[in-house]
């Protein structure tokens, strides 16, 4: 059982509720700030409402640009020696671990929509047949931790190639089977280290980490690593996603 399942529920009032929310998102906006764009909020507090918000969202797109603009779509993040995996390998997610979705196999289907020229949908049987890569990397978590594991999967580059993706686009979006969603720049996609994975630890990947298909990039925060994959999408509107729309930093690069 995992410590998040053991804790007692709290249950809040409406208002409550929204208050906190607000106050949350405001925190995180305001942690990921530039020291410049921190100078900006000088004599601001957590009540001066919209008028702040509107400073935070600006100053956390403008970071989201930064990042971009510094990222190298050829650049490798570090790897690691099969000793060096950690065991064992922790669950993490916006819900406790007893909440992993069941996802019906045999019926699964992979859907793809948006710029690209074939919108079929793919089986899980067709996804394995797609040249593999397999990688050792760490996945660093915001909150704090990190762990080092072993996965193998299809190259996103790969596959949007064979689903005629205009790469020209801005973004590629997912949609999860757990309701969760996020989204990626066009560069993070085709960085070669980014990959949809279908095994952990040698082994198809388990409920837990995010069967049958989940996004690995280990140059992404690890919530941008979306798990349970069941839509994918190309797009010029920017897709948001489930914590980046309460205020995590949308690019999250690492």
């Known amino acids: 059982m995992s410590d998040q399942s053991r804790r007692p529920k709290i249950i809040l009032e409406p208002d409550q509720r929204k208050q906190l929310v607000n106050i949350q998102r405001r925190m995180l906006l305001r942690s990921g700030l530039t020291l410049g764009a921190v100078s900006m909020l000088t004599g601001c507090n957590l009540q001066d409402g919209d008028e702040v918000d509107k400073v935070l969202w600006a100053m956390s797109r403008w970071n989201d640009r930064v990042q971009g603009w510094l990222f190298s779509g050829q650049k490798l993040a570090q790897t690691y020696r099969a000793d060096q995996i950690t065991t064992p390998f922790r669950f993490n997610a916006y819900y406790p671990e007893y909440n992993v979705p069941e996802i019906d196999i045999p019926n699964y289907r992979l859907e793809v929509s948006g710029l690209v020229q074939k919108k079929a949908s793919w089986t899980l049987e067709q996804l394995q047949r797609l040249p593999q890569e397999s ?100 797009t010029n509107e920017n897709p948001g996603g489930y914590w980046e729309d309460q205020g995590y930093n949308w690019y999250s690069g690492i």
């Open 135 to 234: 990688q050792i990397t760490r996945l660093i978590c915001i909150e704090g931790w990190s762990a080092i594991g072993q996965w193998k999967g299809v190259p996103l580059k790969t596959f949007l190639q064979h689903v005629g993706a205009d790469l020209t686009a801005k973004y590629v979006g997912f949609k999860c089977d757990d309701r969760y969603y996020s989204g990626i720049d066009m560069a993070t996609a085709l960085h070669p280290q980014t990959i949809l994975a279908l095994d952990f630890g040698g082994k198809p990947l388990p409920p837990d980490f995010g069967y049958p298909l989940r996004l690995r990039m280990p140059t992404k925060l690890g919530f941008k690593n979306a798990k349970h994959i069941g839509a994918i999408f190309v």
